[in-house]
């Protein structure tokens, strides 16, 4: 009786050996993602505790400043470095006629344009499920 259980372990495990070589189970890559640990804005002149704060010159002639927020994030490999939302806060007044006009916009690729003398805050948030966010206060002076 126990040759027979040996002999059935042995016939079970070249079984395995030869299903496994056949239908692989290695795991890939692509089936998992991997998420952003760390954004950080990297664009500011100065720091006060935990507020950032970048100070842009107005440009008269233009009637238009524009900046890029520049910013880093980690680990390298993220699977969705491109997943990152650029938004703003207190870039918007109403004029005598009643309609709503902007001081300032972002694109999603960073470019900060100013339409007026304004201080704003620019928040970037990532969007592939890790949560993080970042915040500057941008002062166009």
Do not use: H, W
């Not at 998420?35 to 008269?60: A, C, H, P, W």
């Not at 524009?66 to 993220?78: D, K, Q």
């Not at 650029?86 to 005598?96: A, G, H, K, M, R």
């Amino acid at each position: 009786m126990k040759k027979s259980v040996l002999f059935l372990i042995l016939v079970i495990y070249l079984i395995s050996i030869v299903v496994v070589t056949f239908f692989g189970m290695k795991a890939r890559m692509d089936q998992f993602q991997i998420y952003m640990n760390r954004i950080e804005i990297t664009s500011f002149d100065q720091k006060v505790g935990n507020d950032k704060y970048l100070i842009v010159k107005y440009d008269e002639t233009e009637g238009y400043t524009s900046v890029f927020i520049e910013y880093e994030y980690g680990p390298t490999e993220a699977t969705f470095p491109e997943k990152i939302k650029f938004t703003l806060s207190n870039n918007t007044y109403v004029d005598e006629d009643g309609n709503t006009q902007y001081y300032a916009t972002i694109s999603q690729m960073g470019e900060l344009t100013f339409f007026k003398k304004k201080a704003v805050k620019v928040t970037l948030t990532t969007t592939d499920g890790s949560k993080l966010s970042d915040t500057v206060t941008v002062i166009c002076r």
